[in-house]
């Protein structure tokens, strides 16, 4: 639901990873342009977090955004 915008980008700054990962799954299903300057500009305190599978998580939504 790309209402949701506000809320997921806003999760993405979340303490809890588990918050974060969802935030960014619903992003890359809803794969609004928007939401890429958001995940990129988070990106860096992500990897910072030495997780792999978020950053992961991450990236693929990054990528689902950039190539739709």
Known sequence: DPDALPELLSAL???SGTIRKAACL???K????RAFDS?????DEI????????T??????M???DHQ
């Open 13 to 15: 700054k979340h303490s």
């Open 26 to 28: 619903a992003l890359g």
């Open 30 to 33: 809803i794969r609004d342009p």
């Open 39 to 43: 995940l990129a500009d988070s990106f």
């Open 47 to 54: 990897r910072e977090l030495q997780n792999d599978e978020l």
């Open 56 to 61: 992961q998580t991450f990236l693929l939504s």
């Open 63 to 65: 990528v689902k955004i």
